[in-house]
């Protein structure tokens, strides 16, 4: 008998009418408010303008798509946020039930604007996050009055600034564009503790060790053990914030004892478990 765990149901949703919430000069940053049940996939989409990303709570994955087929995942817990570049195509999964909050900018017209071309995490302050639900509910409305516009104008150029004064967070997985590792590496974001090295993770996707460990250099510059290690790093803030203590987080992520884990998390980020779990 299989030992595998039946996969959650997901739902695979459109995203909510974006092109009412499309930022315009008048109106160039608008906010929408969205729940979403757990496991539930907002279909890959794209618009013209840039756009921010984050839960007041649980856990985001947000995927991001270039031409070529490669790109980004990110593991979202509710204190950070993911800048979306305009145009790219993206995704959003509901890793457990969320209240999403989404940003949308307009193109650049002066200097205190986001323009980053890339993808990016970043830290939602406590202002920023009441900044974008004081925004969602002005931008619920279709036409505003004189007072009721200028106050979102106020609101705008505030979420800009705090956008700019945002704490950049490293995460962040490179998704290739060949179907065999994007294959083991999709899996291993579904079930990140399932196998502990590329051994085991070869035979779910039938191709040898040797040729993983190659195509993980050769599409992605970095190796299994590089990669994996950033993928438990974003688990393991994801745990953090829902309010798992580290001596837990190291056995749930396959680690024998939390100095274990505390050792990897000082290598890979220089600080403690401590202090690295308190951004979640």
Known sequence: MSSRPEPARRSSLPPLDPGRFAPSADRPVRAKAR?????????????????????LEGTLRVSTLR???????YLVPPAQAVWIPPGRTHSVTA???????????AAPQATR???????????VSPLLRELVQALAGLSEQATLTAEALAREQALAL?????LLRARPVLLGLALPGERRLRRLCEQMLAQPGRHADLEGWAAEVAAS?????????????TTFGQWRQ???????????????????????????SPSAFGAMVKRAVGV?????????
Request: no cysteine.
């Open 158 to 162: 505030l979420v800009r600034d705090e």
């Open 230 to 256: 950033q993928l438990l790093l974003a688990q393991a803030l994801t745990l953090a914030a829902r309010g798992r203590p580290v001596h837990l987080i190291a056995t749930e992520l396959g680690y024998r």
């Open 67 to 73: 031409p070529d087929g490669s790109g980004t995942s």
């Open 209 to 221: 060790p040797r040729t993983l460990a190659r195509l993980f250099r050769e599409h992605l510059g």
């Open 272 to 280: 403690s478990p401590g202090q690295f779990l308190a951004s979640a």
């Open 113 to 123: 604007q986001p323009d980053w071309p890339e993808g990016r995490v970043m830290a």
């Open 35 to 55: 729940p979403l049940a757990r496991q539930a996939d907002i279909q890959p989409h794209h618009h013209a303008w840039a756009q921010l990303v984050f839960s």
């Open 95 to 105: 890793v457990e039930r969320v209240e999403l909050r989404t940003v949308y900018l």
